[in-house]
């Protein structure tokens, strides 16, 4: 049900504002309207999700895995409205909508299975040493608890996956916190179809409604009160740099500063060695325009940025990419907005006077692709050359040698991904430029393309800033659940007051680090 | 040997400024002089650590675990001159500044064995799966990496345990990072001692000479051009709050923003829960004073709020602690500037129309501790009551009911620890407030003292803001290594190019994380 309402707890609310979903592919308006959330909502949603914690922090694995299930269980049960309303509202097409559905229900599931477990408890125990001298040791436990309530921002660009039920709020359930939705106003009823399916798993398992709350809006007022709000103790965030870089000046400011894990903006570099493009510049270009064109090139690990030492081979490569460019039709992007900010960022390398445009995408209605070229001199000289155009466009740096491409990487800002195409004898040089590559990515891949995320125990879809606000953490994989927590010691507890990860009988069955070994669970 | 010089890298340096350590027992300035240093030294010791991080950052866990037990060694091998020179300059007595040794001592020899058994690198490897529909897993391998140079300011209460290779440095030194120090100008002599001992292990491992520098000055300037440096990737910080939120603005307001891990202040609060007041009102309020007293009151974790319920036992325990404390003689303090902060809190808390002195310590030169009593209401009511006066000063709040305690304990800031005085029938009262406890603490303890913290596994010496700046971190035990890492993934590198700790061969035996399951290293 699309109802237009703004969901606090177990309640719905209305309010004085409304807006409308636009239908990118027309730019005409949707039905129905949809309340817009105020700082009042905000208020209710956030002492309601403060109400929950104690309890719902304190839910047992198999508990907390049973929540994550039955929201997957429910997106799943929603079935083809789902699909249907969110290729309306985000002009994607069913194919990767039906792709990005599978992914959220099995990141949820994932995070199930990985609670279950209990490592994300961390639980460690230094028994005491009544006899040690000079001074014995008092028996001490520490396991990870959860921060608090969490806001959540939707991600445009990924309706399911990173919005309502995304990874953000996956993780934050996993790690125990109650989760403040704050909707993105390009997809409200596909948030408020999620939204109602987790408010039914968070009633059919027993648990506190102010475990979730959705607040759906267009003002950027919404989401400054959500961050501002004391009750909130950490914010998930997939959008813009200015977007990300407002909200982390908004949770410095607080009386007491909290973690903002922003993911903001990123040209994830491919560098193109010498012997791959020597052997390979046709495919590579082929395939280049296929990862740059994916999904109207609306992705946090689009290609944005090529590296490449000059010559014919590089000619070649720019030659095949066109080509490859010119057959590819043009794409409804996500938002009138972000079709337009395309269409500026493009303008704008069109008119730099040290790059050259080297391909465009087929003409017609819509968004249309743009590969540009320039050197190294000019793309270092120049810091909004490295700057991310959301979309499908990239540049192409022609570099004299290998020295000047391992500079163009020294000169770049963090990015969520390298990627290293290179063949068997491109081995050394690459070994070369790894370490400063290191330096600036959370995740380095050879001989593929940055596109398409895997949901794994080894992902890291974070990287330096500004690729991120926080290059410690993840956003995708199981190792987002440590965004959101936080160690706690206990010394010489009577063991009635011992939570259950540390009381001596291990009651949930977890592995635990005793006196620095690993004993696993059973 | 103490030249008075700074120390960067395999250096040393002069400046143009000078300053001395003073004898806080006589006011008087003591030989020799020290070199101020300035950021012109700041920029070199940054340029240096940031030419050793790719070296340092690599090296194999045993190599790094040994670079730690040659400091360790070196310092123990610096003999009583090390204990007589720190004696003098923070009118610490012996005995204590002993123990400290064995613990700096002790703590880089635990980060070691630490750093041997690998598992904070965190090796996970999703292996592909080629055949995988709709779409075939690439290889994935996760490792931690050092984050890189980072900056550590040496706190005035622990000369040695947390000054130039105390917990911040260790730990950073055992996450890969190359270490600038900015001494603690109270303890020059002590400092470069030490500093000397590090160097001459850096240079005994072969490892970069900029792998550490030692910064002494007595200036803001210095600290902040540290922190501002675009090199530094992380600040440890321990010392007062005005101090640590400077250096968080200046970190938040870099081109790249950089975590800051700084301990700042806590008042350590006390709950003594009816049956144990009932009980041992008489042996608590003694225990509590010497507690109180230990070290001049100069420790993070120094019991500076008590909170009981009133009565008979609450008039007890405030008699058998005062009465304690009158026999406790007053102690020289670490500064001159140290002893009048104290001075100036205490006299208001003396002249605050809602407390009570209950207590002084014995009169003579030196500090003498305070206990003051008030009320919930006057307490709550005014937030200056809650702040940090750094040392042996406390305050006992009476509270009407058990209500009111737990509204004390609602009204806190963040803090380092919370201990419980509880006997058995105290228990279930304990277990009503442990939740709201837990929520403000790093660490909570049952019938002991928050002085004295275990150098293990299971430690945390962190907690929410302000006690930190960061409360999902400690500064004291094996999991301080975190603060200086970050997760990189690696997708279908070729395996020249893995890192040793993900190769399929595990040369370095470590245990790894496979398809999510832990295969221990050998």
Known sequence: MIAGSILIGAAEDSAAESFAAVDPATGEAMAPKFAAADPGHVDRACVLADAAFASFSETAPGERAAFLEAIADGIAAIGDALIERAMAESGLPRARLEGERGRTI???RM??????????????????MPDRAPLPRPDLRRRHVALGPVAVFGASNFPLAFSVAGGDTASAFA?????????????????????????????????????????PGP?????????ADPRIRAVGFTGSRSGGLALMRIAAARAEPIPVYAEMSSINPVILFPAALQNRADTLGEAFAQSLT??????????????????????????????????IAPATMLTPAIHASFESGVAALEGHQGTQ???????????????????????GGDAALGHEVFGASSIIVR???????????????????????????????????????ERKVGRILANGWPTGVEVCHAMVHGGPYPA???????????LAIERFLRPVSYQNLPESLLPAALKPANPWHIARRVDGVRIAGD
Chains 1, 2 share one sequence.
């Not at 819509?366 to 320039?374: D, E, I, N, R």
């Not at 990487?409 to 290293?420: C, D, S």
């Open 399 to 437: 570099c004299r040698d290998i020295d000047e491409v391992a500079s163009v990487v020294a000169g770049l800002e963090g990015q969520l991904t390298a990627t290293l195409q290179l063949d068997a004898d491109d081995e050394v040089l690459a070994a070369r430029l790894l370490p400063l590559i």
């Open 294 to 327: 994916m999904g109207a090139g609306q992705f946090c690990t689009n290609p944005g940025l090529l590296v490449a030492i000059g010559g014919p081979d590089f000619d070649r490569f720019v030659a095949a990419a066109g080509a490859a460019l010119a057959g």
């Open 219 to 227: 003002s950027n007022a919404l989401g400054a009160a959500l961050v």
């Open 106 to 108: 099995g990141q949820l």
């Open 111 to 128: 995070f199930a299975a990985f609670v279950r477990a209990g490592d994300w408890l961390h639980a460690t125990i230094d028994p005491a």
């Open 468 to 478: 991120t606000s926080d290059g410690r953490s993840t956003s995708v994989g199981t």
């Open 357 to 379: 445009l080297a391909a465009r995408g087929a003409d017609g209605p819509g968004a249309c692709a743009a590969l540009f070229v320039t050197d190294a001199a000019t793309f």
């Open 175 to 215: 790690a125990g916190c109650p989760v403040v939705v704050k909707g993105h106003p390009a997809h409200p009823g596909t948030g408020e179809l999620v939204a109602r399916a987790i408010r039914a798993a968070v009633a059919s398992c027993g648990l506190h409604e102010g475990v979730f709350s959705y607040l």
